[in-house]
C-alpha cells in the first residue's frame, strides 16, 4: 500500500516569512496529491490539491510543486500570517473514487 | 450548504460498552469515508463507501468496528464492545463522483471526539 512521508513534523517561522513542507509517497500509482489544513478542534479542510498532470499549482500565497519522478511533492506559503498558524497535512492517492493516505503532519507555528 | 455532519461531537463511554457514530454526507456526494485520527497514528482511513456500498474495509482495525450506509444520506460507524485504545478522533468525509482517473476532493466533518473509560 501508499507510505506518506512528511516533514517537518513542526516548523516555526517569523510572520512574514516562507513556509515549506515536504512530503515524499512509495506508490508510483498515486495521482492525487491533496494538502489539508487542520485548525485545532475542527476537522482538516483542503487549501490545495494537485494532480499528476501538472507540476505545479498556484492560489494566492500558497503553491504546490510535484515531481513525480522523485516521487515527492511539496507546499510553499509565502507571506506567512498568524492565521497560518495550524497543521498541515499531506496526502496521496491512486485517484478514481480512493481513500486518502495522510502524512503524519507539520504542526506550524508563525512567531509574530 | 451544511457541510459534512457528524454525531455526536463528543461521546465518552466506559470500556465494553457498544458506540455509534453517525455521519450525514453532503448532499450529492456519492463517496462516504471514515477516518480515525490519533497521536501515535495520525490519520488513518478506516473504511470508504461508493453509492453506498463498502469498497475497501481493510482499515477496520478488528471486527469490533463496523460500518453502515443505508443510504446516501446517512452513515454509521459501531464499535462493539469498544476498548481505551479505541479512544480517539473519528472523522467522516465526502465526495463528488469521480469523473475520470482523479479523486474529487473529499469534504471533512469536524469530527467526533470518543473517549473510552
Known amino acids: 500500500g501508499e507510505n506518506v512521508e512528511q516533514h517537518p513534523s513542526t516548523l516555526s517561522v517569523q510572520e512574514g516569512d516562507s513556509a515549506v513542507i515536504k512530503c515524499t509517497y512509495s506508490?508510483?500509482?498515486?495521482?492525487?496529491f491533496p494538502w489539508y489544513k487542520q485548525e485545532l478542534g475542527k476537522g482538516p479542510q483542503l487549501i490545495i490539491d494537485?494532480?499528476?498532470?501538472?507540476g505545479e499549482k498556484k492560489d494566492q500565497r500558497i503553491a504546490v510543486t510535484l515531481n513525480k519522478t522523485a516521487k515527492h511533492f511539496s507546499l510553499h506559503i509565502t507571506e506567512t500570517q498568524p492565521e497560518d498558524s495550524a497543521v498541515y497535512f499531506c496526502?496521496?492517492?491512486?485517484?478514481?473514487?480512493?481513500?486518502?493516505?495522510f502524512g503524519k503532519g507539520t504542526h506550524l507555528i508563525i512567531q509574530p | 450548504d451544511a457541510g459534512v455532519i457528524q454525531s455526536p461531537r463528543h461521546e465518552v463511554t466506559e470500556m465494553g460498552q457498544e458506540v455509534t457514530l453517525r455521519c450525514k454526507p453532503i448532499?450529492?456526494?456519492?463517496?462516504l469515508f471514515w477516518y480515525r485520527q490519533t497521536m501515535m497514528r495520525g490519520l488513518e482511513l478506516l473504511i470508504y463507501?461508493?453509492?453506498?456500498?463498502?469498497?475497501?474495509d481493510s482499515g477496520m482495525p478488528e471486527d469490533r468496528f463496523s460500518a453502515k450506509m443505508p443510504n446516501a444520506s446517512f452513515s454509521t460507524l459501531k464499535i462493539q464492545p469498544s476498548e481505551p485504545r479505541d479512544s480517539a478522533v473519528y472523522f467522516c468525509?465526502?465526495?463528488?463522483?469521480?469523473?475520470?482517473?482523479?479523486?474529487?476532493?473529499?469534504?471533512f466533518g469536524p469530527g467526533t471526539r470518543l473517549l473510552v473509560l
Open positions: 463507501f461508493n453509492n453506498n456500498v463498502p469498497i475497501d
Open positions: 468525509a465526502s465526495s463528488t463522483p469521480s469523473g475520470g482517473a482523479y479523486q474529487e476532493t473529499q469534504y
Open positions: 494537485i494532480r499528476s498532470n501538472v
Open positions: 506508490d508510483s500509482a498515486s495521482n492525487y
Open positions: 496526502a496521496a492517492s491512486e485517484g478514481g473514487a480512493d481513500g486518502l493516505t
Open positions: 448532499s450529492g456526494h456519492n463517496s
